[in-house]
């Protein structure tokens, strides 16, 4: 059974940081995609950022380009977003997702964390 979760959430100030990390057990980071999504109150999930475990390649939304930086260890199966500069409009639940075999992220990814979530106060 494939199991993700996710940490480091929380509350912070406008213009701070924040470090989720995402522990996969049961699924390797070879030949995969795993990204963040999120979901504000009232609205519709969307991507966030997602990286590619073949070649590193990383993708980002428009939105968090510049402040958001994924990674991962493939070695701890882990995956990290580092947020800065946070604005009150990234206020949302933050999921980790994965699937085998794909390069980029989707909306239909096989396997999916509970979440986590980040409240930025203005």
């Known amino acids: 059974e494939v199991q993700l979760v996710e940490s480091g959430g929380g509350l912070v100030q406008a213009g701070g940081s924040l470090r989720l990390s995402c522990v996969a057990d049961g699924f390797t980071f070879d030949d995969a995609a795993i990204g963040w999504f999120r979901q504000a109150p009232g609205k519709a999930r969307e991507w966030v950022s997602c990286?590619?475990?073949?070649?590193?390649?990383?993708y980002y939304t428009t939105s968090v380009k510049g402040r958001f930086t994924i990674s991962s260890d493939n070695a701890k199966n882990t995956v990290y977003l580092q947020m800065n500069s946070l604005k009150p409009e990234d206020t949302a639940v933050y999921y980790c997702?994965?699937?085998?075999?794909?390069?980029?992220?989707?909306?239909?990814?096989?396997?999916w964390g509970k979440g986590t979530l980040v409240t930025v106060s203005a």
């Open positions: 997702a994965a699937d085998a075999k794909v390069d980029v992220c989707h909306s239909l990814m096989n396997y």
């Open positions: 990286i590619s475990s073949s070649d590193g390649r990383t």
